[in-house]
């Protein structure tokens, strides 16, 4: 049996990224794009000293700094970043974000993986926050899903928590979802809700339905979360009435920000939304190489 941890992630992701998995992403991303070496770089001098900027093209909320350092820092430890911004600020465009002094090669080599994460997180970030601005006023929590790029749900997931939305679960290990399929192989809603409460009953466990008679039925086994999808919002309203206390409510499928605010006045606890990190739209950066003086 696999050691599960005590709880469900919603708040694991809090503060600087773990170093380790920071690390571990960087690594991954100088491999592919490095490999034996960069033959345009060595057209460099190897003692040169390279001095650079980057910035803002379009209005984003910043994310990112610390995979962005690891990459220079990688290849150059001696290198220095000035910031202007933290994760978290929103930064309008044609604004300087940060400034970088580092070892020529090193920053020619590392710029393109480290403008990869700041863009990309920037972009789940901003995404994120345009999604939450519709919540203003209600105790409703927007979380993110499983639905993220191969290798990067960490940082994706830090992403979201920059954006002041929340996490769902990490993986499959972290809390228990029952969705359709696990429904038909385990024999039934109650049947499945009973064996998870057995086997994990540390863990938050959550059960999806798709209309009112599975709602109902669900809630005899009392599991700790239902998750409604694609229900009609009469159906959703009619849920929200006949909720029990200690159960929570989590709305799921074709959400996007028209919809969001009609949600969020059912009084449902959670939203979640996949296209904070599946229809990604990168941030568009500038990294600009500074002449050196005359």
Not at 54 to 72: H, I, K, M, N, P
Not at 120 to 139: C, E, I, P, R
Not at 147 to 164: C, D, E, N, S
Not at 191 to 213: F, K, M, S
Request: include cysteine.
């Amino acid at each position: 049996m696999n050691e599960q941890p005590s709880s469900l992630p919603a708040e694991s992701i809090v503060g600087a990224p773990c170093a380790d998995r920071v690390a571990a992403d960087v690594q991954r991303a100088l491999a592919e794009d490095i490999a034996g070496g960069d033959v345009s770089a060595a057209l460099i001098d190897v003692d040169a000293v390279g001095h650079a900027d980057v910035w803002s093209r379009e209005t984003l909320v910043l994310a990112g700094r610390d995979w962005f350092d690891a990459c220079f820092r990688s290849l150059d430890a001696h290198c220095k970043i000035e910031w202007n911004y933290q994760d978290g600020d929103s930064i309008a465009a044609d604004r300087q974000i940060c400034a970088i002094h580092a070892n020529a090669r090193a920053l020619l080599s590392a710029e393109r993986s480290a403008l990869n994460f700041l863009q990309t997180l920037s972009g789940t970030a901003t995404t994120t926050a345009s999604f939450v601005a519709q919540t203003a006023g209600s105790k409703t929590r927007l979380l993110d899903t499983r639905k993220t790029l191969p290798g990067l749900r960490y940082a994706q997931k830090y992403a979201v928590r920059v954006g002041g939305a929340s996490n769902h679960r990490m993986g499959l290990f972290d809390a228990v979802l029952i969705k359709e399929n696990h429904i038909l192989a385990a024999g039934g809603i109650v049947p499945a809700i009973q064996r998870a409460r057995q086997l994990w009953p540390h863990l938050l466990i959550e059960i999806e339905v798709e209309n009112l008679l599975e709602y109902r039925e669900a809630l005899a086994a009392h599991p700790d979360r239902i998750m409604l999808d694609e229900l009609s919002h009469a159906d959703m309203r009619t849920a929200v009435a006949e909720r029990p206390q200690g159960i929570e409510l989590e709305v799921s499928g074709s959400v996007n920000r028209e919809s969001l605010a009609a949600l969020c006045a059912l009084g449902v606890d959670f939203v979640s939304i996949g296209a904070l990190t599946k229809h990604l739209r990168a941030i568009d950066l500038s990294l600009r190489w500074r002449k050196a003086s005359a």
